[in-house]
């Protein structure tokens, strides 16, 4: 069976400062891995995914994962954050076989402080 | 631009009744999810669909029932609302493989008193 962790349900940071949101998963086959943001009051949408290929991934609004293998890690950075990163983050891992199901994380909600 | 949307935003129900939420994608995707969302969990997987009148249970089903009569509209039932089904139920998309990006619509909140 599949699994996500997010580690640190919240997380607060000073604008300017490093992003990081952790998240290990636990997968028998090999993994699609997703992070998706959600701000107030909407729907999610897709930040980045990893499926194969290079393990450093690159998304939107200036935010990148590394697909690590060996930790079964996908952590999500950004070198700046700034205020309008407020959101809550979910990280997924796509189940086996074509079906599209993810498994999410349960989230963390990033803060940023002026 | 790809849209995903849900009848409702915000929804109060009483105990008992029978509820419908409505998904509706313009993008021919075939794959469509019903979630809810709470806090300290997550999204959590109703039903999903990978064709029309074709429906498989996710990980907590009880309590709910789906229908897909048309590629592009998905409904979400509650057949007698119960407090405990209180909350943020999402909507999603996919074109169809493990890899394709899930596209959600803005979330109905609900609220059963």
């Known amino acids: 069976a599949q699994s996500v962790t997010q580690l640190g349900s919240h997380v607060s940071v000073s604008e300017g400062a490093l992003v990081l949101l952790r998240c290990n998963y636990s997968?028998?086959?090999?993994?699609?891995l997703f992070w998706y943001v959600q701000y107030p009051n909407q729907g999610l949408q897709l930040l980045l995914k990893y499926t194969t290929g290079a393990t450093l991934v690159k998304g939107i609004n200036g935010f990148e994962a590394e697909f690590k293998k060996s930790e079964t890690s996908f952590h999500l950075t950004k070198p700046s954050a700034h205020m309008s990163d407020a959101a809550e983050y979910f990280c997924a891992v796509s189940s086996s076989g074509n079906t599209g199901k993810l498994i999410f994380g349960q989230g963390t909600t990033l803060q940023v402080k002026p | 631009d790809v849209k995903v949307t849900q009848s409702s935003r915000y929804l109060v129900k009483r105990t008992g009744e029978k509820v419908f939420l409505e998904c509706v994608q313009d993008m021919d995707h075939e794959n469509m999810f019903w979630y809810r969302q709470d806090p300290g969990l997550g999204l959590r997987l109703i039903y999903f669909?990978?064709?029309?009148?074709?429906?498989e249970k996710g990980d907590i089903p009880e309590g709910y029932s789906v229908s897909r009569e048309k590629k592009e509209r998905f409904s979400l039932i509650l057949e007698s609302a119960s407090t405990n089904q209180t909350s943020m139920y999402l909507c999603a998309s996919s074109p169809g493989l493990g890899t394709d990006t899930q596209y959600f619509g803005p979330g109905t909140r609900l609220t059963v008193l």
């Open positions: 669909s990978y064709d029309v009148k074709m429906k």
């Open positions: 997968s028998s086959v090999p993994p699609y």
